[in-house]
């Protein structure tokens, strides 16, 4: 799950696609999509053969599939949160436009006037946030980056506190809402549970202390560290989906529609 955005083209607004296959008093129009409309009194197969129709005859009418223009994956809700984080940590308000359009749910849209004003400053935004520090949570073995923090998750990768997550001060592990392991470094073991089905992961910090809990999947064994670094543009989420969606909402005068 996450957000997807597109830009509708503009062929069935300038009258430039072939003939629809039901009658145009059938269909109706929204955020781009040329639909079946159900009528009170409609039979339910009638309608959705109606539907089938419509979406059938999206995909060829014109020369964009699906009546669009652009569509791209923008990212995962944990991205989404970690660039609307990062937006809300530079912007002194020189960052509205990209503060206030960013949904925090599917749906919505964004007007062409906007989006130009979202455009310009995405290019300032990458300049602003590079070399800002963040935290990573790192595979010490291999020196590989898993996770970066995202504080409107409170440490937690995913945004569900079920058991553990990380901070600027290391990992830990939080059970009933209380914090029952935490160390700045730990070993994450898997071994086979001698009571029945399942694995005994165990965390063993460098101190010697340790938590252990019984969980159907295992991970890898791996040695868990949170490391900070300055941060390079390539780490922006969602930027260069965002920046081909409000270019081609300029180019044809349509707005990007959240999906």
Known sequence: MGLDARVPCRCWVDGL???PPIDRSLLGYEEGYVYAVKLADDDIDEF????DLVGYWSQTCCPHPGLEYCREWVGNWPSVRLFTTYVNLCDDGQFTVLRDIM????????SPVVSAAALAECEAFIEAVTGKSAYFLVDADTG?????HIPVYSGFPYGVPDTSGFDMDGVFVVEDQVEVFRAARARQ???MNPAGDGWVMTLTSDDGSTYARVTRHRSED????VRCRRLRAEDIPC???LKRLFRACV???MPVCWC
Do not use: C, D, F, M
């Not at 959705?48 to 539907?51: F, V």
């Not at 590989?144 to 970066?148: A, D, I």
């Open 239 to 241: 930027i260069n989906a």
């Open 222 to 225: 791996r040695t868990w560290e």
């Open 189 to 191: 073991q898997y071994q």
């Open 144 to 148: 590989k980056e898993l996770y970066q």
């Open 17 to 19: 696609t072939t003939e």
């Open 48 to 51: 959705w053969n109606r539907a």
């Open 251 to 253: 180019e044809i005068n």
């Open 103 to 110: 949904p925090s749910v599917n749906g919505g849209e964004v």
